[in-house]
Every structure is written in C-alpha cells, then in structure tokens.
C-alpha cells in the first residue's frame, strides 16, 4: 500500500485508476460498500484502485476550535484502506486552495489531470467543490465531459438508518459499544505512542498500564472497558482500560491507560492501539487507593469475563 498526495505527482503505475472518493474516516460498512464498488469496477477495467480520504477533515479547516471528533488517524486508514484490497490511499490534503475550488475545477484540475482518474465512486451522500455546491449528479455530468466515469453507491442501512460516522460517535457518547462495533463492524480502537506515566498505578496499585493520549479522536463515554490490545509487532493482549480524568490523582489528565493480561516487557515509546470491547463502568472516586485497587480486580475480572478469556 503506498501513500500518495494530491499536491505531489501522481507515479505513473496509478494514473488512470479508480478512485473512491470520500472522507472515510471510521471505514465504517457504509464506506466499506464504497471502496468495495471500486475494487469490482478496477477489476472489471483492470486498473489499480486508489482510496482517498481528507487531511485534516474539512470540517476543521471551517471550524478549528471544534471538540476532537476523528475515528481513526491517517495511519490506520491506510491499514484499513490496504486489508479491503486497495493499492494506494490518496491523502488530500485540505486548505485554502481545495477550500476555495469550484465543482469543475476540482474534477478537471485535480480529479482528471493531477490524478488521471478514470473512474470515481462516492457514497450518494456525497459533496463536492466550494460550498459544498458539487453532488454526485453534478459529479457525473462533469466527469462525463471529462472521460471520467462516475458512480455513487447506495446507503447501507441497520434498523432503518443510515449507517453513518455521526452515529458512530453518537454511539460511543453513550457508552454503546455493541452499535459501535455493529457500525464499524470492528471494535472502535484508538492508537498512541505508549508514554511513561507518574508511576502510580504500578506502584501503587500494583497494576502496571500502557498510557496514551486521546489526540485528535472522538472521545468515548469516560470509564472502564474491557480492551484488546494490538503492539506494532502485530502480537495481540486482552486487558481492561481507564478512559478518562483519572477523578482519584491531581492534577487531572486525560488519558486512555491499558492494562494487559498476562503481559510482561516494556512498552514505551512504541504505537500501540486499544480496541474498546465491552463498557464496564464510568469513572469512580473512592475513599481509599485500598478501594480503588479491590474495584480494579473487580474491573479485570469483568473484562475477562466479557471477554471470554478462562479465569
């Protein structure tokens, strides 16, 4: 899988190939139906099929104190993007000059002669140009002027609805991790470079965790949940995770801290990401650090009861 840019050239080995074209941020079923689409029509026309996706969300670019709300980063789209079968995801990389692009000039300056797309496949929700004035209608008839076909696939729906990233993070608000699991068709995970923390939970709480920051993502309902845990060797662990304040320390700090089952070695420094399973409580304050560790063997084994691991 190879990374491109829309403001870099285009390797010749990818012009000429099937875009799907959207945000794609969570790679949720919906986005799934998408890409899938343009993998079939890059087979049928034997062509490569690129991804793209935005960076940052233009909804950033328009409002930039807005409160973190991402679902996935770059790198694990890229991943995504590359096990549904893609060759290549295309960042385009959002500011003033896209901000400011017209429908038709978006097609025929970026679409058609920066990339040299062929084909392009959309959800039908889709917009496009200044103000958001392109819709997929407009996008066909443009890129039929421009040797470009164009498609736009049909909604994907669960118990009526559309399936959506703002019902993704409507689910995660509320601590619905079964829907956002169903949504997204994986567990919700966040990934982070493993930091070193003050210390207490190991030598306090006898309960050593693997701390990351929150960044950029949605936050999810704070509290407990049960976790599994992927470390940049590709090896997996289940474990149990504090998302949130940490209401029993001060200074407050926000964080997402993991403990693994049956871990042992040293993570800092390296990426990990933490797949959110099961939501197993909201933060507490107890009297004691003696409470607080009793409810954190409690926690863990719920987390491994929900997790189906053996006592």
């Known amino acids: ?66 409160p973190p709300f991402r679902l996935t980063t770059l790198d694990q789209r890229e991943s995504l993007f590359a096990h549904a079968g893609a060759d290549a995801m295309l960042v385009f990389r959002f500011g003033a000059e896209l901000a400011a692009m017209d429908a038709e000039q978006f097609v025929a300056d970026v679409l058609v002669k920066r990339i040299g797309a062929v084909g392009v496949v959309t959800g039908d929700d889709f917009s496009f140009g200044k103000g958001r004035s392109g819709d997929v209608a407009l996008l066909r008839d443009i890129g039929e002027r421009h040797g470009v076909t164009a498609e736009a696939v049909s909604q994907v729906l669960i118990e009526g609805e559309r399936v959506s990233s703002g019902r993704i993070r409507e689910a995660l ?42 960044s950029d993502y949605q936050r999810p309902a704070y509290g407990i949940y049960s976790v599994r845990v992927r470390l940049d060797d590709g090896s997996e662990y289940p474990g149990v995770a504090s998302l949130g304040v940490r209401p029993m320390f001060d200074p407050p700090v926000e964080l997402l801290e993991a403990n693994l089952f049956d871990f042992s070695g040293d993570l800092y420094g390296r990426t990990i990401e933490v797949g959110l399973h099961h939501y197993i409580r909201p933060e507490m304050k107890f009297d004691s650090m003696g409470e607080l560790a009793e409810r954190m063997k409690q926690d863990a084994d719920e987390a491994r009861r929900l997790l189906a691991l053996p006592e």
């Open 173 to 214: 608000i509320a601590a619905d991790m079964g829907m956002a699991t169903r949504l997204l068709t994986r567990a919700y995970a966040i990934e982070g470079v493993v930091e070193r923390g003050d210390g207490r939970g190991g030598a306090e709480l006898n309960c050593p965790t693997a701390n990351i920051r929150l």
């Open 1 to 66: 899988m190879q990374r491109l840019y829309h403001d870099q050239p285009i390797p010749e080995e990818f012009r000429g190939a099937v875009l799907a074209l959207g945000n794609f941020d969570g790679f949720h079923l919906g986005h799934q139906a998408v890409v899938s689409r343009a993998i079939a029509l890059g087979f049928h026309l034997r062509r490569s099929v690129i991804v793209a996706t935005f960076d940052p969300h233009p909804v950033r670019h328009f409002r930039p104190d807005v």
